[in-house]
């Protein structure tokens, strides 16, 4: 676990989390977890368009892809892109090399 308090590493697939959001926003109220049934504030409302989400998304989808591509299995690889880059770049490469990538 990363150091951050929030910081769980969880991403999903963009269109996933688009549907879900979508639904969120129309019903104006919380649909999953501890705030379900309650009102979306402005700001949750906000973050439900998705710019920031977007970006952890990507990136998520990035390290999944990169650890895929360096030979570990999809459990590793979902492990892997939760995880902050500069934590497993190093392991990535090391694992390039050793399958004969660059």
């Given amino acids: ?3 951050g308090k929030y910081r769980d590493g969880r ?3 963009p269109g996933k989390r688009a549907k879900g959001y979508a639904e969120e926003r129309k ?3 919380h649909k999953w977890g501890n705030k379900e049934g309650k ?3 402005d700001y949750e409302a906000g973050m439900r368009s ?3 989400q977007c970006q952890n998304d990507h990136g998520g989808m990035f390290k999944y ?3 895929r591509d360096a030979g570990f ?3 590793d690889a979902g492990e892997m892109s ?3 880059w500069k934590e497993i770049k190093s392991i990535i490469e090391r694992a390039k090399k050793g399958k004969g990538g660059k």
Wanted: charged share 25%; glycine share 8%.
């Fill in 50 to 52: 998705g710019y920031l």
């Fill in 65 to 67: 892809g990169q650890a």
């Fill in 11 to 13: 991403w999903s697939v």
């Fill in 82 to 84: 939760k995880k902050p």
């Fill in 27 to 29: 019903a104006k109220v």
């Fill in 73 to 75: 299995s999809k459990k």
């Fill in 39 to 41: 009102e979306l504030t």
């Fill in 1 to 3: 676990m990363a150091n």
